[in-house]
């Protein structure tokens, strides 16, 4: 297990971070070259040995509380540290520390990761923004700078910050910040800055802003204030650095899902997730609609996850996966001698969510027997195994999630009335992706970079051909089937780009034969909208090609093309 987390090193070397892996005992299991090169440690040298052996009043300050204190609980631990480093030199870092654990939450290691600041915070001392030198250093740094004036508008912003926002700097100049990343950006500044502040009078949080697409990402900022020569707040300097990978490794590897596993621009998904915070920290019932493949599962580990219940187990039960005979075995569980072979008492799903929650899958699929018997457990919160003569008191909280539709099987008398309206206290309908196709670009990158992070890939873009197949389905297996599609293609791909050519047989043959049904109708419509879609972007961009060519996801010359093909001009 440790060696899939070793390979992180290698992932965070791009990044010019630091990763040292420990093992169980607190044993070096390895050192990335970010690290050596921070430490001036080689991994030869030191692999094996004890951390503190070789780190403790280098990176430690001199104090281990595994040491200190052997039987204190492990917990992830972020710390600024400021020390003189192998040659001399005065450094500062960020320093995270997280236990690993296996299925059963085991312990099996360690991660250290560290980020070097130095430079960086050196700059901030002597900064002067009428200086053009510094401008051009801050707009080459590989993390996210702007400044704000004293009234909060937006006054620098650099290459990376572009990146991580999709903004260009031209769109945002002049703009107040909370307007364009969202208050809660701009609040953790400003509500309550001295209870933020270190001991350097800098204001370290985690956030998260809305990028340009609408899509809200996990990100840390650090916040400075920036004074002139009498010592008069002017202003103020943010660094951001995009937290997406950190949360998609988490989801992806620990199965820990967060608001930002789910995306989407379309009203009704922004209906969900505004809500969705208000439902998760409540403990009431959650029924959940929509199509297969939608991502009901996802919501219902989301509203676990970010609940008071995180902590406690979230326990799945697929109603229609189980026969009838063995359902309300599963889910009240049976005593000793209920029937032969219960040679031992059995717990059921309902008792193992004890204190946590309890996700039934497909509960239109539920017998109608056992409707009755779950109506017991949602009003008393106590039920009968199977065999046994006392009740069984629990706490749960309980999601369902179905396909179907509960109230036209109320009407057809398939599913208990009673039941549907205790089910139904907040109701969730996700809608099918064919109903919200604007989402699909970005879903499309937010799986992509997901996929990448779990399978240690790197793709920089999908062409033009095989973007307009992905954007001309009607996935009638929904977001599932477009990781299916996506997952496919990244194994097909043996470059670092997406063609046509990687996505399955059927997929392709069904697109062609679409376009061919539809005829020329539709083919000019297409045309149509790609030549406004073209216009709109060049004209977001004030017709600035570079920005424009990458905000539509193509190369400069194939937009410089496309736009001789229809004559497009800036007027």
Not at 1 to 12: A, K, N, P, S, V
Not at 312 to 320: E, G, Q, Y
Not at 397 to 404: L, V
Request: proline residues 3%; charged residues 30%; aromatic residues 8%.
């Amino acid at each position: 297990m440790l060696l899939r987390y070793e390979q992180i090193g290698e992932i965070f070397d791009l990044l010019s971070l630091g990763v040292i892996v420990l093992s169980p005992e607190r044993r070096i299991v390895s050192l990335n070259h970010a690290a050596e090169a921070l430490t001036g440690k080689k991994a030869s040298e030191v692999l094996g040995k004890n951390c503190y052996e070789i780190f403790l009043d280098y990176l430690c300050a001199g104090k281990c509380k595994y040491l200190d204190d052997p039987d204190a609980e492990i917990e992830t631990h972020v710390n600024e540290i400021d020390f003189v480093d192998h040659n001399q030199r005065q450094c500062s870092l960020t320093k995270i520390e997280t236990p690993v654990f296996d299925a059963n939450h085991r312990l099996i290691g360690c991660i250290e990761v560290f980020q070097d600041h130095s430079a960086f915070r050196d700059l901030i001392k002597r900064i002067r923004f009428e200086d053009l030198r510094l401008k051009i250093i801050l707009d080459n740094l590989d993390i996210g700078v702007l400044t704000v004036d004293r009234g909060n508008h937006i006054s620098f912003f650099n290459t990376m910050a572009e990146k991580i926002t999709g903004y260009s700097r031209s769109e945002l100049l002049g703009k107040s910040c909370g307007r364009v990343f969202g208050p809660r950006f701009g609040n953790d500044f400003q509500n309550d800055p001295h209870s933020l502040e270190d001991d350097n009078g800098h204001i370290r949080v985690e956030t998260d802003l809305a990028t340009r697409e609408g899509q809200r990402i996990p990100v840390k900022a650090n916040y400075v204030p920036l004074k002139n020569e009498e010592g008069s707040v002017v202003g103020g300097l943010t660094t951001i650095s995009d937290l997406s990978l950190h949360y998609h490794y988490k989801s992806a590897i620990q199965g820990q899902y967060t608001y930002y596993d789910m995306v989407g621009r379309h009203p009704e998904m922004q209906k969900i997730f505004e809500i969705l915070p208000v439902i998760a920290s409540s403990d009431a019932t959650v029924l959940i609609e929509g199509p297969t493949g939608t991502g009901k599962d996802l919501l219902a580990k989301i509203i676990h996850n970010t609940s008071e219940r995180a902590d406690r187990k979230l326990i799945k039960v697929n109603c229609a996966s189980l026969p009838d005979n063995l359902l309300e075995s599963e889910m009240f569980g049976y005593v000793k001698g209920a029937f032969t072979g219960a040679d031992r008492d059995k717990p059921g799903r309902f008792q193992l969510a004890d204190g946590g929650t309890i996700f039934l899958d497909e509960i239109g699929d539920l017998p109608l027997p056992l409707q009755a018997k779950l109506l017991r457990v949602i009003e008393d919160r106590e039920f009968y195994a199977l065999g046994s003569r006392q009740t069984t008191q629990v706490d749960v909280r309980i999601i369902s999630a179905t396909n179907q539709n509960l109230k036209h099987m109320v009407d057809e008398k398939k599913f208990r009335e009673d039941l549907y309206y205790r089910l139904n206290v907040m109701r969730l309908e996700i809608p099918a992706l064919k109903d919200r196709k604007s989402d699909l670009p970005l879903l499309i990158e937010h799986i992509l970079k997901r996929i990448c992070t779990t399978k240690h890939t790197d793709i920089s873009r999908i062409d033009e051909s095989a973007m307009e197949v992905l954007l001309n389905y009607d996935y009638p297996g929904n977001v599932r089937e477009l990781e299916n599609i996506l997952e496919h293609a990244l194994i097909i791909c043996r470059g670092d780009v997406i063609e046509r050519n990687h996505f399955p047989l059927w997929l392709l043959k069904n697109v062609t034969d679409e376009a061919s049904d539809e005829g020329n109708a539709r083919s000019a419509r297409r045309v149509w909208d790609e030549k406004e879609r073209i216009i709109d972007t060049l004209r977001r961009y004030r017709w600035n090609k570079s920005h424009t060519a990458r905000a539509l996801n193509m190369d400069r010359t194939t937009l410089w093309r496309k736009m001789k093909k229809y004559q497009i001009g800036q007027n």
